[in-house]
């Protein structure tokens, strides 16, 4: 298995194609529930075959994880992976440290699964994700009666002493985190009573549609503080058949490039289009995107539809703090739109993108200055002055381990004055495998460049 930190770094460029991209494409499997299928896979009695999984980086490292504690998975020449799993409770202590790479969603959702086994084990993980706050989880963790010991500010490396009697807990998220909320519903799996989150802002609820397709009774109440999400514990969950829609932070970037690339016309299918996850699209639509949703349907609980999307000039607008959980993982490649539209685009509330695979913000505001845009940070909130048209480029901006970071500033390329490279791409591994030979296909110009 590959990973980025052992790989030599692959400079990749972008520049402006002479013609406008066209053609349609599927986007890899989507990252959050890939991970989930395989966790609750692992936890079902029973066979489990999943249809579309992420075969990226991050994914492999959970099934991975999964394996070494007693799940058998396996890919099928067919592309589909089949899990056997050993029932809720029944995994196994891993024989070595779980070494999740960059993935954050694999690590604390995992954590939340191992917490309630009683067993020990231990996290690590990339340099990126060995700088990531790991506390956010551990703390509910604890309340429920997990031990962690772990580096300083809650960082991996880190030991997990899960255990035997775990208490159920009602827990308020202080973040707006489907990470959080999602390890502790995972706890609760395995904990006799009833555990409870309250999400004062609604987050991906990804866990909870695969729970109940599962056959988990999951029941969300609202209240005055916000959703009250509750799993009942130890129920007898059976294996399934799920089918992964494409994965809309990955449609992203084909969709960005097609908007900023003049004359361009592309379909991305297949996308999920949950609509905890779509405020990217509703942001670009009010911006002016000529983006429409074609065969919308429902798939494992999931909507998902085909998106064409047509060349536009973009008008700045401002995105409210609200919509952050919706498309916290867009705004990276939303910062490139912004660049490109006509206007100042405002964007709040983004404390959570510190705190990323990299410090988001920071990246954002760097890798902007340096292709030309003029951007300012204010406390959470980034403004960003687009050009009203091709940004300058002609940077080269540092990945700093971060998948969305390398996507984001190729897009940047594809639509810029004078071409804009990254210093490594080896980390859209972790997300988007095919995204070279994807985007490559669609007209968009890439380079291989020497190191
Ligand atoms: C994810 C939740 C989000 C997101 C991450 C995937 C998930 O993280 O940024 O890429 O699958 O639950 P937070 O929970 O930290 O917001």
Not at 94 to 99: E, G, I, Q, Y
Not at 324 to 342: G, H, N, Q
Not at 435 to 446: I, K, P, V, Y
Request: aromatic share 2%; glycine share 12%; proline share 8%.
């Amino acid at each position: 298995m590959s990973r980025p930190e052992t790989m030599p770094p692959r400079p990749l460029a972008a520049r402006a194609p002479t013609t406008p991209l066209r053609g349609t494409i599927r986007p890899p499997g989507d990252k959050s529930i890939s991970h989930r299928a395989l966790m609750l896979g692992g936890l079902a009695v029973g066979e489990t075959t999943i249809h579309g999984l992420l075969e990226g980086e991050d994914v492999l490292r959970t099934a991975a994880a999964m394996r070494a504690m007693g799940a058998e998975i396996a890919r099928g020449d067919d592309g589909v992976w089949r899990v056997h799993g050993r029932g809720i409770g029944g995994l196994a202590e891993p024989a070595d440290v779980l070494d999740m790479g960059n993935a954050g969603t694999g690590s604390r959702l995992l954590m939340g699964v191992v917490a309630t086994h009683p067993f020990n084990c231990f996290f690590t993980g990339d340099a990126s994700l060995r700088s990531r706050p790991m506390a956010r989880v551990t703390k509910p963790l604890e309340m429920m009666g997990a031990r962690f010991i772990s580096r300083d500010g809650g960082r991996l490396p880190l030991a997990v002493v899960g255990t035997a009697s775990p208490v159920p807990i009602a827990y308020k998220l202080p973040v707006a985190s489907a990470q959080v909320k999602s390890a502790i519903i995972l706890a609760g799996l395995n904990t006799r009573g009833r555990t409870t989150v309250i999400e004062p802002e609604p987050t991906r609820d990804h866990t909870e549609l695969m729970l109940r397709h599962f056959g988990v009774e999951i029941v969300v109440e609202p209240s005055p503080e916000g959703d009250r999400v509750s799993v009942t514990g130890q129920p007898e969950i059976t294996g399934k058949t799920v089918r992964v829609p494409g994965d809309p932070s990955s449609a992203a970037f084909p969709i960005v490039a097609a908007l900023v690339v003049p004359g361009s016309d592309v379909t991305v299918r297949d996308v999920g289009l949950n609509p905890r996850r779509t405020g990217l699209i509703d942001t670009l639509i009010e911006m002016g995107a000529d983006i429409r949703v074609e065969n919308r349907r429902v798939e494992a609980g999931e909507p998902v539809g085909d998106l064409r999307v047509q060349a536009t000039t973009l008008g700045g607008i401002e995105v409210p703090a609200a919509r952050a959980p919706s498309m916290i993982d867009e705004y990276l490649v939303l910062a490139v739109a912004a660049a490109c539209a006509r206007g100042k685009t405002v964007m709040r509330g983004l404390s959570e993108l510190r705190v990323k695979e990299s410090d988001r913000l920071a990246a954002i505001a760097q890798g902007l200055a340096a292709c030309g845009v003029k951007a300012e940070i204010d406390g959470d909130d980034l403004t960003v002055h687009g050009c009203g048209g091709p940004p300058p480029g002609g940077a080269t901006i540092a990945t700093r381990l971060d998948h969305r970071i390398a996507m984001s500033y190729l897009v940047m390329g594809l639509a810029a004055r004078a071409p804009v490279a990254i210093d490594d791409a080896t980390p859209i591994e972790t997300s988007f495998p095919a995204f070279e030979s994807l985007m490559t296909g669609l007209g968009a110009r890439l380079e291989r460049r020497n190191r």
